[in-house]
């Protein structure tokens, strides 16, 4: 099969935002030029400053949101995951590091590339991935800071009851906040409402238990969702797709 690769810059207004959760079959490469976004990736919430960068292997569920006021100005790319052949076992899913802005200038030469390819493009072009990767990574070993304990706290109570009843009232309660303080505070930090956090995660949850073979109502419990009706729904709302449609599709990838 031959390799491909992609690599686009975009302006976008403020407020631009995905429809819903989405993966690659190649790993993404996001340079921020200006602006602020907030990244969901599987249940995590990444804010990313301007000169700030994100990798994502590929099959990892993400999705991006707004952040602030001002527009912003980015770089994504998406190269084979073969491309990264050697260093599997030590780049981890996905990572995030602000304050890269020698970054810039080989994304926009990839861009070039991607553009104006030519017999050396790919060549050129895998070069230019490789130093982006390995610069960021040292960049993002160097600066690691301890995770917001405020989202590590939601994000656990969440996982840990994402088979049942899980509602504004139980997390802010258990997070020891009254409802209206704790959703205003939840958005500030990740960019979203909790409803739309939890949303994301039962799907993630059931994608992966659909992906594995499990039948359409068993992914729907698994992921808390005690009408298989109102599932098939959010399920299509959120991934553009019947969750029975996604199952066959992921058991034809698995064959």
């Known amino acids: 099969m031959k390799e491909t690769f992609t690599c686009q810059f975009r302006k976008a ?5 995905m429809d ?13 030029s200006s602006g602020e976004r907030r990244y969901f990736i599987l249940d995590t919430v990444l804010t990313i400053h301007a ?3 994100v990798f994502i292997r590929d099959g990892l569920f993400h999705k991006t949101s707004y952040s602030g006021s001002s527009q912003h100005t980015r770089y994504v790319a998406n190269i084979p995951s073969s491309w990264l052949n050697g260093a599997e076992d030590v780049l981890p899913p996905f990572f995030a590091v602000d304050d890269v802005p020698s970054l810039e200038v080989p994304f926009s030469q990839l861009q070039m590339e991607a553009d104006n390819t030519d017999e050396v493009s790919l060549l050129r072009a895998r070069g ?3 130093q982006i990767v390995s610069q ?5 070993k160097e600066r690691q800071q301890p995770h917001d304990p ?25 997070m020891g906040y009254s409802r209206n303080y704790f959703s205003r505070l939840f958005h500030e930090k990740t960019g979203m409402k909790l409803s739309d956090f939890i949303r994301s995660s039962r799907i993630s949850i059931a994608c992966e238990a659909l992906e594995k073979g499990e039948k359409v109502a068993s992914a729907a419990s698994l992921a808390g969702f005690s009408d298989a009706g109102y599932f098939k729904d959010v399920f299509r709302f959120v991934m553009k797709i019947s969750p029975s449609a996604y199952r066959k599709n992921a058991e034809r990838l698995r064959k």
């Open 128 to 130: 230019l991935a490789a």
């Open 150 to 174: 405020f989202i590590d706290e939601v994000t656990s109570y969440v996982k840990a009851n994402i088979a049942g009843e899980l509602s504004l009232d139980a997390v802010s309660s258990h």
């Open 136 to 140: 960021a990574y040292r960049a993002w």
């Open 20 to 32: 819903g959760l989405h993966r690659h079959n190649q790993c993404e490469l996001y340079f921020l």
């Open 51 to 53: 000169k700030g960068f």
């Open 13 to 17: 207004s403020p407020y631009n935002a």
